[in-house]
C-alpha cells in the first residue's frame, strides 16, 4: 500500500488519479477526500491539462463506498460536515474544464458509484458491480448521487437502484446508461489509454468548449443553452486551433494542436 492515498501519474497534461487503500476496498475516509481535494485544487488550475482518469488501486475495487467504519459513529452535524466535504471534492472533479474518465474495475458502490456519476466518462471492466446500496445500512446516498443518479439513468431507473439497494453487474449498467463501455478486464487499461490519448489529443480549446457547452447548458433552459453554444462556437474562431484544424482538412493532413 503506498503512503499517500491518491497517486498522481501525470504524462504530458494527461493525468492518471489512484485512490488507493486496497486493504479497505479504496473506500473513502475523510484523509482520502482531503487528499483527493487537494490533488483536484492543483489540477484545476493547470492550462496544460488534456484529460483525467480516475481509478481505484487493483482489480477488485474502483471504491467500495464511504468508508462505513469511519461514519457509523458519527452525529447528524458530523456526517453533514462528512457529506460536505466530499459534495464540494466531487464538485472540484465535475468541473475540471477536461474530459474526466473513472475507469471502474470491481466493486463500484455507493460514494464510489457517486465518485464514477461525477466524471464525463466511465469505462468499466466486466467483472464491475455497481450500486447505490445505502437503504441496507439505514441511509440515502450522500455523496450527490439521489440528484446526479436520475440525471444519468432517469428517475425510475435511480429510484430501483436506490431503494432496492441491489447490485447490477457491467452490462445492466452499459444498457441502463450509467457506463460508456465495458471490456473484458485484459483489455481494459490498454482502452482507457487509447481513449485519454485520443481525449487529449483533440483541440484542448474545442474540447474544454464541448464540455462547458454541455455541462453549463444541462443547467439552463432551451434557448439559454442554445445561446451558450453558439457563444462558445463563435469563441472557437477567436484562437489557432479552428485554424489548423480546418487548414489540416483541406491539406489533407493531421492537424496539430
Ligand atoms: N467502508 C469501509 N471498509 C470497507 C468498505 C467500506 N465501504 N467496503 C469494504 N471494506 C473493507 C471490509 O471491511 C474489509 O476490511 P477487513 O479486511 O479489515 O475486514 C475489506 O474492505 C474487504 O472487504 P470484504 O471482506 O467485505 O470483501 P468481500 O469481497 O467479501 O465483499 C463487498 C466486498 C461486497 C464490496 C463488501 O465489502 C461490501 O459490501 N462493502 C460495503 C459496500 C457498501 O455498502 N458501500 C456503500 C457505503 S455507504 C456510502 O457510500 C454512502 C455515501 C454517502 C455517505 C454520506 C456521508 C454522511
Request: proline letters at 5%.
Amino acid at each position: 500500500m503506498s503512503d499517500t492515498p491518491i497517486e498522481v501519474v501525470d504524462n504530458a497534461g494527461i493525468v492518471r488519479l489512484t485512490i488507493s487503500r486496497p486493504k479497505a476496498l479504496n473506500a473513502l475516509n475523510s484523509d482520502v477526500l482531503s487528499e483527493l481535494e487537494r490533488v483536484l485544487a492543483e489540477l484545476e488550475t493547470r492550462n496544460d491539462l488534456r484529460a483525467v482518469l480516475i481509478t481505484g488501486a487493483g482489480e477488485k475495487s474502483f471504491v467500495a463506498g464511504a468508508d462505513i467504519a469511519e461514519m457509523r459513529g458519527k452525529t447528524p452535524e458530523e456526517a453533514r460536515a462528512f457529506a460536505r466535504q466530499a459534495l464540494a471534492t466531487f464538485k472540484r472533479l465535475e468541473t475540471l474544464p477536461v474530459p474526466t474518465v473513472a475507469l471502474v474495475n470491481g466493486f463500484c458502490l455507493g460514494g464510489g458509484c457517486e465518485l464514477a456519476l461525477a466524471c464525463d466518462w466511465a469505462v468499466a471492466s466486466d467483472n464491475a458491480i455497481f450500486g447505490q446500496p445505502e437503504v441496507l445500512l439505514g441511509v440515502i446516498p450522500g455523496f450527490g448521487g439521489t440528484q446526479r443518479l436520475p440525471r444519468r439513468v432517469g428517475p425510475a431507473m435511480a429510484l430501483d437502484l436506490c431503494t432496492t439497494g441491489r447490485k447490477i453487474d457491467a452490462n445492466e449498467a452499459l444498457r441502463i446508461g450509467l457506463v460508456n463501455r465495458v471490456m473484458p478486464q485484459a483489455e481494459l487499461e490498454a482502452y482507457a489509454e487509447e481513449l485519454t490519448k485520443q481525449l487529449g489529443g483533440n483541440g484542448p480549446q474545442s474540447v474544454r468548449a464541448t464540455k462547458q457547452a454541455i455541462h453549463d447548458g444541462m443547467e439552463q433552459d432551451l434557448d439559454s443553452a442554445l445561446a451558450l453554444e453558439t457563444a462558445l462556437f463563435s469563441f472557437c474562431f477567436a484562437g489557432d486551433e479552428q485554424t489548423e484544424g480546418m487548414s489540416a482538412f483541406v491539406e489533407k493532413r493531421k492537424p496539430n494542436f
